[in-house]
């Protein structure tokens, strides 16, 4: 297909640390699937990653261990534009313009907010007496207007870029439907039929959401409960050896409680279909060994992500290799953002005298 027929990809991921099996299985590994077929921009979000005050030390090495693990995984620099957020620096200006249209109720209604600023504040139960605590906390730094504003940073990664499919985890999923509704409020409000609605994108599948081994429901690293890619063998074992699991099944056919059930699911992510099939009816039969099936996804779980780590060691010392990759993507990234930027500008009348 020609270039300019292909649609548009983009999706990025925070540089908060290394990726774990959430982000390779919720993304990572649909962008790899995804290069060959569609026009991939593939970022680091630097910016994102601001809202939660990291080590400035800290920042670039961060930014490069994000690529080292995006190339490692299998994304090809001649295939993708791969860039730095912050490179791009038409993002920055956008973010103010479109701020104008984000509603401060809508952004505090959203889940992930809600979720950051409970935990920012020690509030441990839901419930929406969230907006009194926020209102009357003094610490101010903690929940920050870059948090709130947080999915219309996410919107303009994705607008700028006139994205159609953004692959991402379930997690993001209310942070699309944002980015959709501020392209149609900008479309109605400027009488304009300029950005069209991105979607998520898991080869027809539904969006993956990778559980956690200690039984919550999502693996997450602000959850401390996860497998990362760069994880050696051994340290690997172990964390899925400990996983938590129950006393096993009391009678046939029992409906698996979270924790088991979590197993299954990775297991499903991660192991052939026959190996699945195999621990289910073990599981109906109450003949399971939960040893058995932890040493099986630990063993599924190193064939994906040993290569991978392999390639990480290898790659993240080029930092010649890593500067070029970046310098390259950026210069693509500028030259579709910049043509966004000019038209938004103009739409909403900001000319020169
Ligand atoms: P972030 O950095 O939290 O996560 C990056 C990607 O990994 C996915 N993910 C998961 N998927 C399934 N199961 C999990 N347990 C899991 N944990 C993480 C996320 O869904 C995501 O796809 N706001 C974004 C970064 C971002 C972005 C964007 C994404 C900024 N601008 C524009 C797409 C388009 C974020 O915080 O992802």
């Known amino acids: 297909m020609a270039e300019q027929d292909k649609k548009i990809v983009v999706s990025g991921i925070r540089s908060t640390g290394n990726l774990h099996l959430g982000n390779y299985l919720g993304a990572l590994s649909k962008f790899v699937r995804m290069q060959d077929d569609y026009d991939c921009r593939y970022f680091i ?7 939660t005050h990291p080590d400035p030390k800290q920042m670039q090495e961060n930014v490069k261990s994000i690529l080292a693990e995006y190339l490692a995984a299998g994304l090809d620099p001649e295939k993708n534009t791969i860039f730095v ?3 791009v620096p038409e993002v920055s200006e956008m973010y103010l313009l479109l701020n104008m249209h984000a509603g401060i109720g809508e952004l505090m209604r959203t889940a992930s907010f809600k979720d950051k600023a409970r935990k920012a504040l020690g509030i441990a139960t839901e419930g929406d007496d969230i ?11 903690s ?5 709130l504003t947080y999915p219309v940073l996410m919107a303009v990664d994705i607008l700028i870029q006139r994205a159609n ?6 997690d993001q999923e209310q942070h699309l439907e944002l980015t959709r509704r501020f392209a149609r409020r900008f479309n109605s409000f400027y009488g304009v039929d300029y950005f069209s609605e991105p979607v998520n994108f898991n080869f027809g599948a539904n969006a993956v959401k990778v559980p956690g081994l200690d039984g919550s429901g999502k693996m997450g690293k602000s959850e401390g409960n996860c497998i990362y890619l760069i994880d050696d063998e051994k340290t690997l074992r172990k964390k899925v050896m400990r996983a938590v699991t129950d006393e096993g099944p009391k009678e046939p056919n029992q409906t698996p409680s979270q924790p088991v059930e979590n197993l299954f699911t990775l297991m499903e992510l991660v ?5 699945v099939a195999h ?3 073990a599981y109906a039969d109450c003949s399971i060994r939960y040893g058995d099936l932890k040493k099986q996804l630990a063993e599924d779980i190193l064939k994906m992500t040993l290569p991978i780590r392999e390639r990480i060691l290898d790659i993240r010392g080029n930092d010649q290799y890593l500067s070029k990759v970046v310098a390259q993507g950026a210069e693509k990234a500028r030259e579709y953002a910049s043509a966004t ?3 938004v500008r103009e739409i909403m009348g900001i000319k020169k005298l």
């Not at 979000?45 to 809202?51: F, K, M, N, P």
Request: charged share 30%.
């Open 143 to 147: 929940v920050n207007a870059g948090l």
């Open 279 to 281: 621990y289910r009816n």
């Open 85 to 87: 957020q912050s490179d």
């Open 271 to 275: 192991s052939e279909p026959d190996v």
């Open 131 to 141: 907006e009194k605590e926020i209102i009357g906390n003094n610490t101010n730094r």
């Open 45 to 51: 979000a630097d910016l994102h990653a601001l809202t």
């Open 165 to 170: 499919l953004v692959p991402v985890g379930k």
């Open 341 to 343: 930027l000019r038209d």
